[in-house]
């Protein structure tokens, strides 16, 4: 099976008395006998899906969602999540006295108000939310008389003289300095867990509008009169922060995406100069987005951070068909062809190649499914919709359309005029003169040695990407970026950060309470704390080991874990009043709280390798150390995933793009030909992102996908019409160049045109946007160079066809000299 290719005059004399409109596959009769039903029908569809993309498409995002539901640590945690409140989706909000400390009376009624504030917005789980204000947070002394405790804001609280000393005598008894109190005593953390859903509406919380309400809140506390300095400041930080940022910024995506729009228009009419063909393949390629919208919303899911690229990447592809499609339509109405006849004419010559190369980025995106992460295969499946639809908007609707339109005949001229004048090296025809140098031999072999050094290059410098972030704080923001700095504040100014890894220790009910288990949970304390990284270790242990000491006179000699069970009864006791998340109601469930520094790969890894290894060595019948709970605990599950992920996608997106190639070219040798130059691309782009800081994660993992996808479409498109001449008898270089003329120019052009869009990204103020824009612009350019010289380069050494040296010998011209000598030699010997 191949791509059917006419000659130069196959449409010169076309004209629509001569045409026989039966001719052609079923397909194409059916969709150009029946213009007009397409139309009509294609109109309708995109009413009803603008319809459905308006009043039911949301942007949001879910904490669900981003997690691996099928790794072993994430089902832990959900297993026990009702026992490990505060482990999961929460908020730090840091309150900072600007005038003077903590124990102001001023600065302590802005915080009472914003903590009722909190209190009240909808999704906080109220019952452990933690405060200075709230009677959860305890203090605990030991007196002559015994335990002595109650809350810390002391009850009655008036901002007295007497009453502040009281507080601060409860905050230094607390031990809350590091964790609640800054260790400059300058703010104060409330905590604030959330709930998946609001229990008020049953629906998912919308972090958009909760990121708003956050930060309607900090604009009123901050405000100060002119002239004078904000009294407090807050910072926050948490998942539901840092998603309402990311959709925050996501809408000035759309300016971006517009940019990138008018950028494509801009190029493709500069080098059609014909208003009506740019505006259809641009209409064309924006009604495949209406469609792909609208479907989305029709299986009720959602644009997250992750997924709204993916508009935009319909967008690109769409852009790069419907260029072929009307280069093609150009070059046969300039031959002399009814613009019905050359898009009939262009219909036959590229639909499969199109189609085929759909299917590849339909598959390409559909192979992400297999990540076990919702958001990546909500993304796979919104692409795989999105392409699809392109089936129908760029390779069906988009010729029919330019059958009633055309082109304009100056454009049409012009183009004719660049393919017979390639030998006057005007404008692009010197690239294509120079491209035309790649189908000999030292050209080529020069070609495939430079492409080897670069892959070999690039693969050793591959060696060093990374799985996970590779910087504190938010990678996924710009590092200045106002949650960046509250990050930062939050870091250098409490002891116990945000990123928080806990091992579940699961036992009989009561087990918690069991000397031996006791023991072992301290002695995994003490090993996490001694890892890099690891700022400090919460456990009941310690708990523990306090009230036996203050149960015998404060000495330190009793800070130690007791054997008498009727002794470690008491001290689980006592902590349970102060510290109630440090275990169950059954005291089944203990986490091991491990407070880190940051949540890079490298600290996550050796987090994760000490805990497993322990737990391997000290698991029981009495007692299982189950990874693994915390937002960094979480966070290292998705790594793990991605890891395992990345291979496996890189090898089912090839292994889907070889078998497509070979189902179109029937060769092996073609197959490399197309997929070689595929592979180069993927590995440089590896390497560049090692040498721009970039990890593989949740979002950069499809990147790759996505440049292999894309970029295969270039590739057939010029290989199928190369094979297809030299299957007619034309030599590689005359193959090569009536290829590159036909469809060689648009895959530079839309290689220009897609990298000059999306480089625009570059300027987001969503950091893994700008990554991605950054990454998707190298394999676009990358995969176009690698298309126009590595595959005359390959198909010299893999496809050679006939010589060139055989083309006189095969040519029209030639044989009739031959002929005439013959003839006359004949009449010289009859005349002898």
Aim: glycine share 8%; aromatic share 8%; charged share 20%.
């Amino acid at each position: 099976m191949h791509t059917p290719v006419h000659s130069d005059k196959d449409g010169e004399h076309a004209t629509l008395a001569t045409f026989d409109p039966r001719s052609g596959s079923l397909l194409e009769r059916l969709v150009f006998n029946h213009r007009l039903v397409v139309m009509l029908a294609c109109a309708l569809i995109t009413v009803v899906l603008a319809a459905l993309a308006v009043g039911r498409l949301s942007l949001n995002a879910s904490f669900e969602k981003m997690i691996p539901h099928g790794h072993p640590y994430i089902q832990n945690y959900l297993e026990h999540k009702d026992d490990l409140r505060g482990l999961g989706n929460s908020l730090r909000i840091v309150v900072e006295n600007k005038r003077g400390d903590v124990y102001d009376a001023g600065y302590l009624a802005t915080l009472r108000k914003i903590n009722d504030e909190l209190f009240l917005m909808p999704g906080v789980d109220r019952a452990w939310l933690k405060s200075l204000w709230t009677p959860s947070v305890r203090w605990t002394e030991v007196t002559e008389e015994g335990f002595r405790g109650g809350p810390v804001m002391p009850d009655g609280y008036d901002g007295s003289p007497r009453a502040t000393d009281e507080l601060r005598g409860n905050i230094a008894r607390s031990g809350l300095v590091g964790s609640l109190v800054a260790s400059d005593f300058k703010s104060s953390m409330i905590v604030v867990p959330l709930l998946d859903k609001d229990p008020t509406t049953g629906q998912r919380i919308d972090y958009r509008a909760l990121s708003h309400a956050i930060e309607e809140l900090r604009t009123r506390y901050e405000a100060a009169p002119a002239g004078e300095s904000p009294a407090v400041r807050m910072h926050v930080v948490g998942f539901a922060k840092l998603v309402g940022d990311l959709i925050d910024g996501l809408h000035q995506m759309a300016l971006y995406f517009a940019v990138a729009a008018l950028i494509a228009a801009v190029i493709i009419y500069l080098y059609t100069r014909c208003v009506r063909s740019t505006g259809l393949v641009i209409a064309c390629s924006l009604i495949a987005v209406v469609w792909q919208l609208g479907l989305v919303a029709a299986f009720g899911l959602e644009l997250d951070p992750y997924s709204i690229l993916v508009p935009f990447l319909v967008f690109a592809i769409g852009v790069s068909h419907g260029a072929q499609k009307m280069n093609g339509i150009m070059q046969d109405i300039g031959r002399g062809a009814h613009r019905l006849v050359a898009a009939r004419f262009t219909f036959r010559r590229l639909f499969l190649a199109g189609l085929t190369a759909l299917l590849a980025d339909v598959v390409g995106f559909a192979v992400l499914m297999v990540i076990d992460i919702p958001v990546i295969q909500e993304l796979a499946l919104t692409a795989s919709v999105g392409v699809a639809v392109l089936i129908f908007t760029n390779l069906i609707l988009l010729p029919v359309l330019l059958s009633y339109v055309g082109v304009s005949p100056e454009a049409a001229a012009r183009s004719l005029h660049a393919e017979e004048g390639a030998g006057k090296a005007r404008g692009f025809e010197r690239l294509w003169n120079l491209l035309g140098h790649f189908v000999e031999r030292r050209w080529a072999l020069r070609a495939v040695v430079a492409s080897a050094a670069l892959a070999v290059l690039g693969f050793g410098v591959s060696q060093g990407l990374k799985i996970g972030d590779l910087d504190p704080g938010a990678p996924e923001l710009r590092a200045d970026s106002r949650y960046n700095r509250d990050n930062a504040y939050i870091t250098d100014h409490y002891a116990l950060s945000s990123d928080t890894f806990a091992v579940i220790v699961k036992t009989a009910k009561e087990g918690c309470l069991k000397y031996p288990t006791l023991v072992e949970a301290d002695r995994l304390a003490w090993t996490l704390q001694q890892l890099p990284g690891v700022q400090t270790t919460v456990a009941l242990t310690g708990a523990v080991r306090q009230i036996t000491a203050g149960s015998n006179e404060g000495s330190p000699k009793w800070l130690t874990i007791a054997r008498n069970q009727d002794v470690l009864n008491y001290g689980a006791q006592q902590a349970s009043v102060n510290n109630p998340d440090l275990f169950n109601t059954e005291c089944s469930v203990m986490p091991v709280i491990a407070y880190l520094s940051d949540h890079r790969a490298e600290t996550l890894d050796g987090v994760v390798r000490a805990s497993a290894e322990f737990a391997q060595a000290h698991d029981s019948e009495d007692r299982k150390f189950l990874l693994a709970a915390g937002s960094a605990g979480i966070e290292a599950a998705t790594n793990i995933v991605v890891r395992k992920a990345w291979g496996q996608m890189l090898m089912l997106v090839y292994a889907a793009v070889i078998v497509l190639c070979f189902i179109t070219f029937r060769s092996w040798r073609a197959v490399v030909v197309a997929v070689v130059p595929l592979v180069i691309t993927s590995v440089l782009c590896e390497a560049l992102m090692v040498v721009l800081g970039i990890g593989v994660k949740v979002a950069t993992l499809p990147v790759i996908a996505l440049g292999v996808g894309i970029g295969v479409d270039y590739a057939l498109y010029l290989l199928s019409v190369q094979l297809a001449f030299q299957r007619k008898g034309d030599t590689l270089a005359v193959a090569y160049r009536r290829a590159l003329q036909f469809t060689g120019k648009v895959v530079v052009l839309v290689g220009i045109t897609l990298a000059a869009g999306v480089i625009t990204w570059a300027f987001s103020p969503i950091k893994f946007q700008a990554d991605m824009g950054i990454l998707l612009a190298f394999m676009f350019v990358w995969n176009m160079v690698g298309a126009v010289v590595l595959i005359p380069a390959l198909s010299h050494f893999l496809l050679p066809g006939r010589k060139a040296g055989e083309e006189a010998e095969s040519s029209p011209k030639p044989k009739r000299r031959r002929e005439r000598l013959r003839l006359a030699l004949g009449r010289a010997r009859l005349g002898h």
